[in-house]
């Protein structure tokens, strides 16, 4: 059973930074692909940032250049570098693992709250 731990979320003043950890246990394949989403209190739950295992990474257009995205293939980790936060940052972040074979897991979700 493959289970994802996320860590690093946390309370920072707009303008911080914080840095979101996701690893990845129970399995000894590398994933194809890990993913952050987000939810904001009263919306849908939407993609932050995605890494391939080639570590290619895609971005929603308002986060590039705050946000970055990284791997380490070898701890089976994804990070979330969040630099330069925002109120409308606040929210659950979930990461999101996908495997070669297809199967896709979530992880239990860690709040990020930036206050103003």
């Known amino acids: 059973q493959v289970q994802l731990v996320e860590s690093g979320g946390g309370l920072v003043q707009a303008g911080g930074s914080l840095r979101l950890s996701c690893a990845a246990s129970?399995?000894?394949?590398?994933?194809?692909?890990m993913d952050w989403y987000r939810q904001a209190p009263g919306k849908q739950r939407e993609l932050v940032a995605q890494i391939t295992s080639d570590g290619s990474a895609y971005y929603i257009g308002s986060l590039r250049g705050r946000f970055t995205i990284s791997r380490s293939s070898a701890k089976n980790t994804v990070y979330l570098q969040m630099d330069s936060l925002k109120p409308e940052d606040t929210g659950v972040y979930y990461c999101?693992?996908?495997?070669?074979?297809?199967?896709?897991?979530w992880g239990q979700g860690i709040q990020v709250t930036v206050s103003s």
């Open positions: 129970g399995s000894t394949l590398r994933f194809s692909q």
């Open positions: 999101r693992a996908s495997f070669f074979d297809g199967a896709k897991y």
